[in-house]
């Protein structure tokens, strides 16, 4: 489990109040050092084209900005009836004690949209997620956690998402609870995927992300 204080690869968690100490986190991913490492642990899946791109200069003192590192991860693509595609990556944490979701976008001018944050828990004790691809490859015995956020202007924007905030998108479906931890053969928390949606119908969404995280 990546569960750093501190630093992590030039990342700076700026949280209120507060010695560094307390500073904890699992770090998904900051997209350092580079392509390989993108390519190994995300996979992709609609018209979203993805690359390592080197981290837009900063506009005057912006602390979130350098927490970036050098590198970002740039999503752009055209939509179809708002929905462009997405990122998606496995997760494996042993413990958990995390509270919300943090993510770093940097948006353009011209790309602008929302980011759908989807989580999926392990309900059947199986440490898998089983989809259906008849149906939008919705979770078959598990449950899937959606909450979405806007896509901002230009300069990096941290986003910070109680876990409370996300809603339970499949009813019915799994056990309806929020259960990241392992415990009893599940698996807790064990997928995330991002997934752009454009302002207009026919549209298109360009933007990067930094610093995917959990933390308290």
Known sequence: MIKRSVLA???????????????????????????ARAAARWWKFGNLVIKVAPKPKALGNDLIAESCGETSLSLSGDSENWYVGGIGTDLDIPEFDYSRFQIDIYGTRDGGGKLSVELFDDDNQNFSIEQDPANNYMPVYDDKWVAEVPIQGEGFTRISI???????????????IWNPVRNDGSGGLLKLQLVAISEQQAGKVSFLIDNVLLTY
């Open 162 to 176: 109680p876990f409370s905030a996300f809603r339970d998108v499949n009813p019915g479906v799994g056990d309806d």
């Open 9 to 35: 690869l030039g990342l700076v968690v700026w949280l209120a109040g507060g010695a560094f100490s307390q500073f904890s986190f699992y770090l998904i991913d900051n997209f350092e050092p580079g392509e």
